[in-house]
């Protein structure tokens, strides 16, 4: 299966790598490129599930992460000992708010992830952070975009020059090559959507980010964005990065960002 991919990857990456176009250019230029392709699946239906499970309920009636979420819910809910809770850092207690994220905080100069906002909200009430792999950490997070589906991602791109030079970050990252397969993201993810990867098919880069994090259910665990990213990177066998890391918050920014108008669609369910 590795040889059939490096054997025919030699074309590829259209004129989308363009390095001169502005951020609106080429969202436009990929979201069309898409249409064009498959001119009968509108932009909207990109984040539906693609895996068998959908959002599926289980029998109780609950989505098969109600645990997780209801988890996170309590978690989101709890007083700090100052009397404090998540909901005093957020806006709308928390709530409905995952369509915010990513973020150029123009004052720090980086992307900021809902994670990290978790994480800063602790350590202003005088908690350690959390490691971005802590079950409780993904527990908030998967809560928070639950509350979040059906937003419409609305990336905003500041008009600071160190906010362009971030998404072109990202978009670097998102077309470079690779690993040993020596493979782009933009390789499976552009020019091989829709198609097998093994047993998998392979999601196009729109929607791709807006069903995460997701549920596992054959072990009962949540994938966060990052550890996808992390997974992805694996199939190339290329090394995993910091979960929150500055290159992977960067590429959240631009993949978010090239989805802007579609709406979320988190937790997935696999
Ligand atoms: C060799 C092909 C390949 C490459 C290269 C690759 N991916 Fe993937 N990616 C996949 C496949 C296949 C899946 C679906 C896997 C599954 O359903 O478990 C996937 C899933 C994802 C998902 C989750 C989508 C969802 O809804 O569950 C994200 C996000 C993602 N990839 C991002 C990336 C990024 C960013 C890169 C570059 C660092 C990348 N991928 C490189 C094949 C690839």
Not at 2 to 9: D, R, T
Not at 10 to 33: K, M, W
Not at 163 to 190: P, V, Y
């Amino acid at each position: 299966m590795y040889v059939y991919f490096v054997v025919v990857l030699l074309v590829c990456l259209p004129a989308l790598l363009s390095a001169s176009t502005e951020p609106r250019e080429h969202q436009q230029q990929l979201q069309d490129y898409f249409l064009d392709k498959s001119p009968a699946i509108p932009l909207s239906s990109y984040a539906n599930d693609y895996s068998p499970l959908n959002n599926s309920v289980t029998n109780t009636g609950l989505p098969p992460y109600s645990q997780q979420a209801q988890r996170g819910k309590k978690l989101l809910a709890t007083p700090f000992s100052n009397g404090h809770n998540y909901g005093y850092c957020f806006r709308n207690n928390g709530l409905g708010i995952g369509s915010d994220y990513p973020y150029f905080d123009v004052l720090s100069g980086q992307v900021k992830t809902l994670a990290m906002d978790i994480n800063g909200c602790r350590e202003e009430n005088g908690l350690p952070a959390y490691a971005y792999n802590h079950a409780d950490m993904k527990s908030l997070v998967l809560y928070m975009m639950d509350t979040s589906r059906r937003n419409i991602t609305n990336v905003i791109m500041p008009n600071d020059p160190r906010a362009e030079a971030t998404f072109n970050q990202g978009k670097t990252f998102f077309f470079s090559r690779r690993g040993q397969l020596d493979m782009a993201c933009a390789h499976c993810h552009i020019d091989y959507a829709n198609k097998n990867y093994g047993q998998q098919q392979i999601p196009p880069a729109l929607g791709l980010p807006l069903r995460m994090p997701r549920y596992d259910s054959s072990n009962d665990t949540i994938t966060t964005l990052h550890e996808r990213f992390n997974q992805c990177l694996g199939y190339t066998k290329a090394k995993p990065f910091p979960l929150q890391s500055e290159a992977l918050r960067n590429l959240e920014f631009y993949l978010l960002y090239v989805n802007n108008t579609l709406p979320l669609n988190a937790p997935g369910v696999k």
